[in-house]
């Protein structure tokens, strides 16, 4: 393992200024009109930030991310602007400081982001199913009764979410609370523009036999006002990936996501007693951090081959 495939929890860019550290990604600035996004190997869950890194992390969901967005940007199906300048980001950094950076790294422009999770969903999973069970929508859109667990939607459908303080939940919002937050024209063209988006990817996944069934996006304004797709898209972090083999409606299926450390942290003890799902996480065995990263790895190459 060369050092820079060594795993990264947290980097150490000294050279630029931090703006700020996420639950994967540490941002810094370049000048004030860009920002270098290092993805980290760290992996997070139920909103804590485990302990130790999945090796390889951070530079498949930045291969993966950088992959959509040639995809479905402006040199594949220009479906809207992004956020890439183009540049690549070891330019920006000390030669001591690009094993860091290089893989792992996006040179993006800065952008004022639009504090709404753009999440649209083609199946029935996770929150969705807890809220349909409950009142037959999901974020205030009416579904047809009859649904089951994982069941594909007539149409994919579009339930934003307002994006929480560092730590907190995002709170599923209706698109009517959204045009009360950012306008009517700026809710529309976010809501438009991330159905495009999914239905893009969705086909494209299928005929690797992978079923995207939702996922989120971000956006934000560059200093002309245009609306710009940005962080990370369509990675398993921010995705819920299944395998089309696999796929039966009624059950949860496999995903290629950290699925697998959630179930394992639903049994985990601390000090002998389940985990409360606060900080401090459990210490994961070396059998939970090599399948999650295989799980990963092979959402990328079946996605890329």
């Known amino acids: 393992m060369t050092q820079s495939q060594a795993a990264l929890h947290t980097s150490n860019i000294t050279s630029l200024p931090l703006l700020a550290r996420g639950k994967v990604r540490d941002n810094y600035a370049v000048g004030d009109d860009r920002i270098l996004m290092v993805a980290s190997d760290r992996i997070s869950a139920f909103d804590v930030i485990m302990g130790q890194p999945i090796p390889g992390k951070g530079v498949l969901l930045t291969q993966m991310a950088l992959f959509w967005f040639d995809k479905l940007g402006p040199k594949g199906l220009n479906i809207c602007p992004i956020h890439l300048t183009g540049e690549a980001p070891e330019s920006v950094v000390t030669a001591a400081e690009m094993p860091q950076v290089a893989g792992r790294s996006m040179l993006v ?11 649209v969903r083609g199946y029935l999973a996770g929150s969705g199913w807890k809220e349909y069970q409950d009142n037959g929508a999901v974020c205030g859109v009416k579904l047809p009764a009859g649904l089951k667990n994982a069941s594909k939607l007539p149409e994919p459908i579009y339930t934003p979410a307002a994006k929480a303080e560092m730590g907190d939940h995002d709170e599923n919002i209706t698109f009517e609370k959204t045009v009360e937050m950012i306008g009517a024209d ?5 809501r438009d523009i991330s159905i495009a988006l999914y239905k893009a990817a969705s086909a494209f996944a299928a005929t690797k036999g992978i079923i995207i069934a939702d996922t989120k996006f971000e956006f934000g304004l560059d200093r002309d006002g245009t609306l710009m797709l940005m962080d990370e898209v369509l990675t398993p972090d921010s995705s819920r990936y299944w395998p089309a083999e696999s796929y039966q409606e009624g059950v949860n299926p496999p995903s290629y996501d950290k699925q697998f450390l959630r179930d394992w942290l639903e049994t985990a003890l601390v000090a002998g007693k389940p985990w409360s799902k606060s900080p401090p996480a459990p ?3 070396r059998e939970v951090i090599e399948k999650t990263a295989a799980k990963y790895q092979e959402a990328l190459h079946r996605l890329t081959t």
Not at 110 to 119: G, Q, S, T, Y
Not at 186 to 190: Q, S, V, Y
Request: no cysteine.
């Open 109 to 119: 422009k800065r952008l004022k982001p639009i504090l709404v999770e753009a999440v």
């Open 186 to 190: 700026l809710a529309t063209r976010i």
């Open 283 to 285: 210490h994961l065995p």
